[in-house]
């Protein structure tokens, strides 16, 4: 270790005798002032690296990371995830609207499942994509509402009305439906039940998106004066009329679908099958089950996939091994750098030491 300080004097940067220190109509002098701090002579502390503290570091960083490495890598493992891909689903491409149906053996689980649809090769992160949104309409400004931001162009005004929401990301809403039924072996069908509200953050459902006139729960008269986004089937106001909480801008398939993904292979939450009550009873009975897909979504256009996921979580979410994986790579690396410099050292420290002793 070396450290080195400094004892300056007359740090109040004031000499007698030098121009700018005092007198009337003396010219205030441009160099800094006489101190530790502005003449750069704090006090200095600098490491010196040298085995004694190079290769304990390197051996603590691979055994502390690589048993944190594999505990993430075994809760990931043991997340459960099965996926159905649209291209699996029947032996020709399903046509709009066609039902399709695809069974699967499901393990026995008692913790919630939650269903995500995906994309791929769809470029959320386009930057156009990105800034073509109205963030204050979709927070329920009124003039916002009938005056829409610029950045929504082409997808701003639809009819000689401003659209609703306006926009690219909107406008390219996922609209596909998806049900699951748990084949009986008596042959019969069970729906199971998919929970929709929940799939939001709680900041983008009670923060960033808000209805405008939200003292008015009749959404068809707030909306009157707007259009509906060219590539939708029905107005926001129509999105889930049975549930208001659920309806409008505040609808969270929607919620979910304007927060923008990075990459452009990328799922996002459908729906949540909830645990049974008892705890008894798994989530998902052992079986097979039945996959039906209402297609409603086109991704030809940009020679896209889809599929459906099942997946548990655990405390650090959903299946990902490559945190784990990173852990491990890094203490490996750490630990096998410190094996080598070990060696290195044992074969030509005492040689060098021995060279710098004087006869």
Known sequence: MMASSYNAKDEDGHHPGSVGSGGPGA???KKPDNTAFKQQRLPAWQPILTAGT??????????IFIPIGIGLLVTSNNIKEFEVRAVAIATSYCVIRALCSYTAPRTKDFSN????????NFYQNHRRYVKSRDDSQLNGDKS??????KECEPYRTSDKK???????????????TLELFYIHPNGSRIAIHLVKTGIAWWTDKHVKFRNPGENNNNLSIVFQDTSKPVNWRKPVYELDPSDPDNNGFINEDFIVWMRTAALPTFRKLYRIIQKKKDNMTPTLPPGNYSLEVIYNYPVRSFDGRKRMILSTISWMGGKNPFLGIAYITVGS????????????HHKYGNRNN???IPN
């Open 144 to 149: 916002s509402l009938l005056n829409p931001s």
């Open 54 to 63: 190079v290769l304990p570091a390197f051996f603590m960083i691979g055994l």
């Open 27 to 29: 010219v205030k002098s």
């Open 113 to 120: 499942v939650f269903m995500y649809y995906g994309l791929s």
């Open 162 to 176: 401003s659209i609703a929401p306006c926009g690219a990301i909107a406008n390219s809403l996922f609209n596909d």
């Open 333 to 344: 690396v750490c630990f096998f750098l410190g094996v080598v410099l070990l060696i290195i």
């Open 354 to 356: 021995n060279a710098d």
